[in-house]
């Protein structure tokens, strides 16, 4: 759903994944491309230009390497529930005054009825929420390559 309403708005989204396996989802919902996350590479050349990363991942994985892709005072929003407490490094937000929210959008029989309340169905009877939640999709916004060249690199040191 996020994929959706993230494209039809004109943003650029790029899903990120653990694997190619959601690649044609992702596009048919819009996304100009799908990056795995789990290749060391593609974290790097990810990190330091996005604006936006909805979380919806409720799976455990690290927060701080998500932090390290978003652009100098980017936020990331989580409604994804891991089973265990995350730690997140200090640095990972005060290094380009970055942003860490959280929202309690619902759950998705919630998300599901305030769905069918709201949307038709879509292609093949299925309705957006319906269609995001079992495909397990997470939204990741970056913005047009232009603006990425104006922003400024953020360092962050080390604890002592």
Known sequence: MAVKLAASMGAEVTVLSTSHTKEA????????????TQDADTVKKLSG?????????????????????????????????PPETVPVHACSLIGGNKRLAGSMIGGIAETQERDAQRHPRGPGGARPANEAARRGLTLRLRPPSARAAELGTAHCLPPL
């Open 25 to 36: 989802d992702a596009r048919r919902l819009g996304a100009q491309g799908l990056e795995v």
């Open 49 to 81: 230009p996005i604006d936006l990363i909805l979380d919806t991942l409720s799976a455990p994985h690290d927060y701080n390497q998500d932090m390290g892709m978003l652009r100098p005072q980017g936020t990331m929003v989580v409604v994804g529930v």
